[in-house]
């Protein structure tokens, strides 16, 4: 009875869509990064091929877990392999354990539709979900989010500040200066815009129609809440006071940056707005920026200082990064340091963070990304060290072995079952989540009762013990599954 109690509870609702949802997050991370980061000549072999891969996890250390534990998923992990491949508008991974395929997922794209077809042997026959761009299946079924694509946004991005320009020439004053932007340079003049709270009305609502159509076509590859908050904050965007900008140039008039100050409104809220943005692909990236409410203490700060160099005849990505959030008495805050050096053939660093919340759920985390990669013709291969720590105390350190490659779709897998979400109640979008996220149970249980018996018990106890510690214990509940109309039930009772 014990055992069973101990399996129930590891084998929990919860626990089994956070184990699928880590399966179909890695589906979006891996392809997504894939179609992101693709360096060099991989990016090109992208867009016309496809590339492909094969990843595989070791845990180190988890000081949480038991030694009897740890050697356990050691030994699991030693097996698992998870090989995917990414390509425009579609993407796969299967993990395998061995020889042995214990679950498979192809996501498509085209248009406005969006599909994802999950399998897992002896627990889930091949099922094609069927959503939309804006409500893919994998957020349906798992929460996971789209990924963001922001190649549409850097392009646009040049444009947005040649229109936001074009209408402040007639408030153009030029000025001698001797700025300097951190990691990007000095600026040896300025062109100074003052604007009255009516003028700044005025240019915003002449710009406004060319800002719309770009923000489109820039966001298309962002999710729908992002594209929406920016659409909200563009709309509701008035000018409460005086606006002052600045553009700063180099010594051969060229743009180093910008500064903008003004009080702003926006989605019904006014702000103290102060931002400084410097570039140059020679030297780096400098952004400070300040949004503090006019009334109350909350307030959005951010500041970024990336250096470009050479090290040893190798690129060099230097410099530090914070971003922190004050809402309503708490405060979050995330910074740390970036050095990341990449030559022809390798790419190596260490990219650190301090994650700190203050408030009702106070956390103090810090994590450490240390990449090492080869590029030989067009594979990359390597791997990724992630350490997660309290203080002095280790709580994670797991590293992931990647391998990166031109590589073509797999074959595609016949669905013998169709969800079609776009225009499910909750009870039916409920059902599907729970359908896909108990579809590795078969194949869990299997490994459990493959250790040894007292094995089996202490990792039970150590996996219950983490969850509650995660706070898995108040993630809500899949849905129960619709009852059957009928319960048959035998009945050895004959008498009336």
């Not at 966001?219 to 000018?239: C, D, Q, T, V």
Request: hydrophobic letters at 40%; glycine letters at 12%; proline letters at 5%.
């Amino acid at each position: 009875m014990h055992e069973k109690a101990g399996f129930k509870r590891f084998m929990g609702k919860s626990g089994l869509r956070r184990l699928a949802a880590m399966l179909a997050a890695a589906l979006m991370l891996l392809t997504g990064a894939a179609r992101a980061a693709a360096p060099g000549g991989l990016a090109g072999i992208y867009q016309a091929r496809g590339l492909a891969g094969e990843a595989s996890l070791t845990l180190d250390a988890w000081p949480d877990l038991t030694p009897e534990t740890l050697s356990a998923m050691q030994a699991w992990l030693a097996f698992l392999r998870l090989s995917f491949y990414a390509g425009e508008g579609q993407s796969g991974l299967a993990l395998n354990d061995g020889s042995r395929q214990v679950f498979k997922a192809q996501s498509r794209h085209a248009g406005e539709a969006s599909s994802l077809t999950l399998m897992a042997p002896g627990g889930l026959a091949p099922t094609e979900y069927v959503g939309t761009k804006d409500a893919p299946p994998l957020e349906t079924l798992f929460g996971v989010g789209v990924i963001p694509d922001f190649r549409g946004l850097a392009v646009a991005l040049p444009r947005l500040g040649e229109a936001l320009a074009a209408g402040l020439v007639p408030y153009e004053k030029p000025q001698a200066t001797k700025t300097s932007l951190k990691g990007v340079g000095r600026a040896e003049s300025r062109l100074n815009y003052a604007l009255s709270v009516e003028e700044a009305s005025a240019w915003w609502q002449q710009s406004l129609p060319q800002v719309r159509a770009i923000w489109a076509e820039a966001a298309a590859g962002l999710p729908k809440g992002w594209r929406e908050a920016g659409e909200g904050a563009i709309e509701s965007l008035a000018f409460t006071g005086k606006l002052t900008a600045r553009r700063l140039l180099d010594g051969d008039g060229k743009d180093l940056g910008f500064q903008v100050t003004a009080p702003i409104e926006a989605m019904g809220q006014g702000y103290k707005l102060d931002v400084t943005c410097g570039f140059r692909a020679e030297t780096g990236l400098y952004l400070s920026l300040k949004l503090p409410a006019v009334k109350g203490r909350d307030r959005l700060e951010s500041a970024i200082t990336l250096a470009f160099a050479d090290k040893d005849g190798r690129p060099r990505l230097k410099g530090d990064y914070s971003l922190s959030q004050t809402l309503g008495g708490d405060k979050r805050t995330i910074s740390g340091k970036v050095d990341i050096a990449r030559g022809a053939e390798h790419l190596s660093g260490e990219i650190t963070a301090q994650v700190r919340h203050t408030g009702d759920a106070p956390l103090k985390r810090d994590h450490l990304l240390a990449p090492e990669f080869s590029l030989k013709g067009n594979e990359l291969t390597g791997s990724l060290r992630w350490v997660e720590a309290e203080g002095k105390n280790t709580l994670r350190d797991l590293t992931l072995t990647l391998r990166l490659g031109p590589g073509g779709e797999d074959a595609a897998m016949t669905p013998q079952a169709r969800v079609d979400l776009r225009g499910a109640d909750d009870l039916a979008r409920g059902h599907a989540a729970r359908q896909a996220a108990e579809a590795l149970i078969p194949y869990l249980r299997e490994k459990l009762l493959t250790l040894p018996q007292a094995t089996r018990l202490l990792v039970l106890h150590d996996w219950g013990r983490v969850r509650r510690a995660l706070g898995e214990a108040q993630t809500p509940a899949l849905p129960e599954a619709q009852p059957d109309l009928f319960t048959v039930v035998d009945d050895t009772d004959t008498q009336p």
